[in-house]
């Protein structure tokens, strides 16, 4: 695989997880905790396509990391604000995000 490619296969993997936790909260009663979740999994994929490019930019790493984290913040509670919810579970679904872009990583990096 090449390097680029882990921002792709996180915004896969978090597209997949989104479905599976709308279908899973909506058979649950928790439609809203699973779109939610969902919302927050499918911005937070996004965050690494905004670092690399940042990177290649070479754009400031103190004023990117304001940045990206002022826009998160406001996506989250936008979604939370359209879908009527906490935004709570879109905070969760981005940090998860986060965890599955990780993982990404590590597994890409044991592969090396």
């Keep these: 695989m090449k390097a680029g490619s882990i921002q792709q296969e996180t915004l896969v993997t978090s597209l997949i997880l989104a479905g599976a936790l709308f279908v ?3 058979l649950a009663g928790q439609l809203l905790l699973g779109a939610g979740l969902g ?3 499918v911005v937070g994929s996004l965050n690494g396509f905004i670092i690399k490019a940042a990177l290649d930019r ?3 790493m103190l004023v990117t990391s304001f ?3 002022s826009v998160f913040t406001l996506l989250g509670l936008i979604a939370a604000r359209i879908m009527g919810g906490s935004i709570w579970p879109v ?3 981005i ?3 986060q965890l599955v872009m990780v993982g ?3 597994r890409q ?3 090396a």
Aim: glycine share 24%; net charge positive.
């Design 67 to 69: 940045l990206r984290l």
């Design 91 to 93: 905070v969760a679904g």
């Design 104 to 106: 990404i990583g590590v």
């Design 24 to 26: 899973g909260a909506g």
């Design 95 to 97: 940090a998860a995000a």
């Design 58 to 60: 070479r754009a400031p």
């Design 39 to 41: 919302v927050g999994l």
């Design 109 to 111: 990096g044991m592969r």
